[in-house]
C-alpha cells in the first residue's frame, strides 16, 4: 500500500529553519519525481517544490525560491525539504507525494509548520 510519513514540522520564529523529511513505501520511489506541497487554512493544497528521480533537476514555487531545498535519499527512499529564512506566510500543513500525485487517495497526515514570533 502506499504510505507517505511526513516529519519534522514545528513552531519557529520568523527567520528561522527547519527541515521536514517524508519516507515513502509501497511504490518504486526511485522512478518517480517528488513533491512537497503545502495547504494553509482555507486554501488549497500547492506544490512547493519538486526534485526529479536521482534528484540532478528541481523546481520552487516563487515564494519559496532560495529560501527552500528539495532533496531526496532513493535508498532510504525519503524526500526533505529544508527550509530557510521561514516567514509567517510559510504556515501551513506540509506533504509530500509523487509529482504530478499519481495517488491521489494516499495522502500522508503531513506535519504543521507554524512560523510565529
Not at 522512478?31 to 517544490?49: D, I, S, T
Not at 500543513?93 to 500525485?101: A, D, E, H, I, L
Amino acid at each position: 500500500q502506499v504510505q507517505f510519513v511526513e516529519s519534522g514540522g514545528g513552531l519557529v520564529q520568523p527567520g528561522g529553519s527547519l527541515r521536514l523529511s517524508c519516507a515513502a513505501s509501497g511504490f518504486t520511489f526511485s522512478v518517480y519525481y517528488m513533491g512537497w506541497f503545502r495547504q494553509a487554512p482555507g486554501k488549497e493544497r500547492e506544490l512547493v517544490a519538486s526534485i526529479s528521480w536521482r534528484g540532478g533537476s528541481t523546481n520552487y514555487a516563487d515564494s519559496v525560491q532560495g529560501r527552500f531545498t528539495i532533496s531526496r535519499d532513493n535508498a532510504r527512499k525519503t524526500v526533505y525539504l529544508q527550509m530557510n529564512s521561514l516567514k509567517p506566510e510559510d504556515t501551513a500543513v506540509y506533504f509530500c507525494n509523487t509529482q504530478p500525485v499519481q495517488w491521489p487517495d494516499y495522502w500522508g497526515q503531513g506535519t504543521q509548520v507554524t512560523v510565529s514570533s
